[in-house]
T-cell receptor, first 113, second 110 residues
C-alpha cells in the first residue's frame, strides 16, 4: 500500500497524559500536513512541513502541541497534558507541492477521558 | 481570511434522483478547489481538483464545476454507495494549506 498511513488508529487516554501520533506520507511527497476534525465539521489545519522544515502553524495549535518531521519522511504530532477538548480525529495528509492535491491518511481518533 | 461554506448541510435522495451540492468560497486568489468524499470514521478520499473558472471534471456519476465564487458537485442517478459526506476545500494565494467547508452529508436511499 503506497498511501498515507497513520498510527495508532485509535487512542484513549486520561486527561493530563501525553500522547504521540505518527504519520507516514506517500514516499515522494515533500509536503506533510496535520489537520484536526471534530464531529460534523470539516478538517481544520494545524501545521505543515516542507521536507523537514515546519513552515506554518495555525493559531489553533497551542503550546501543548508539537510536531516534528526529523528526516523529511515520517512525522509525529505530540499533545502534552491532554484536555477533554482535544478529543477529535487527527488527520495527516501529504502532497507533492503547494496547490497540489493532498492525500489523506485514515486518521487517528483520540478520546480524552 | 479564506472561507468556505457548503449547502445543503444534509441531503436525502432516492436512488436515481439526481441533485447538486454547492460550495461557495471567499479566497484571496484561488490556487485550487478540491472535492473530497469522506465515509464515517475514515479520512477524506480525493475526488477532483479544479483550478480555474469554467473548468469541469467528471468521474462516474459525479461532475464538478467551478465559477469565480462557487463550485457545484452534480450527482447523476446516485446509488446507495454514494452516501457519504462531501467536503470542499480551497487553497488561496496567501495560504499554504487547505481551508475546508463543513461538508454536505448525502444519504441515498434504495
Amino acid at each position: 500500500d503506497t498511501g498515507v498511513s497513520q498510527d495508532p488508529r485509535h487512542k484513549i487516554t486520561k486527561r493530563g497524559q501525553n500522547v504521540t501520533f505518527r504519520c507516514d506520507p506517500i514516499s515522494e511527497h515533500n509536503r506533510l500536513y496535520w489537520y484536526r476534525q471534530t464531529l460534523g465539521q470539516g478538517p481544520e489545519f494545524l501545521t505543515y512541513f516542507q521536507n523537514e522544515a515546519q513552515l506554518e502553524k495555525s493559531r489553533l495549535l497551542s503550546d501543548r502541541f508539537s510536531a516534528e518531521r526529523p528526516k523529511g519522511s515520517f512525522s509525529t504530532l505530540e499533545i502534552q497534558r491532554t484536555e477533554q477538548g482535544d478529543s477529535a480525529m487527527y488527520l495527516c495528509a501529504s502532497s507533492l507541492a503547494s496547490a497540489e492535491t493532498q492525500y489523506f491518511g485514515p486518521g487517528t481518533r483520540l478520546l480524552v477521558l | 481570511e479564506d472561507q468556505v461554506t457548503q449547502s445543503p448541510e444534509a441531503l436525502r435522495l432516492q436512488e436515481g434522483e439526481s441533485s447538486s451540492l454547492n460550495c461557495s468560497y471567499t479566497v484571496s486568489g484561488l490556487r485550487g478547489l478540491f472535492w473530497y468524499r469522506q465515509d464515517p470514521g475514515k479520512g477524506p478520499e480525493f475526488l477532483f481538483t479544479l483550478y480555474s473558472a469554467g473548468e469541469e471534471k467528471e468521474k462516474e456519476r459525479l461532475k464538478a464545476t467551478l465559477t469565480k465564487k462557487e463550485s457545484f458537485l452534480h450527482i447523476t442517478a446516485p446509488k446507495p454507495e454514494d452516501s457519504a459526506t462531501y467536503l470542499c476545500a480551497v487553497e488561496g494565494n496567501y495560504g499554504q494549506n487547505f481551508v475546508f467547508g463543513p461538508g454536505t452529508r448525502l444519504s441515498v436511499l434504495p
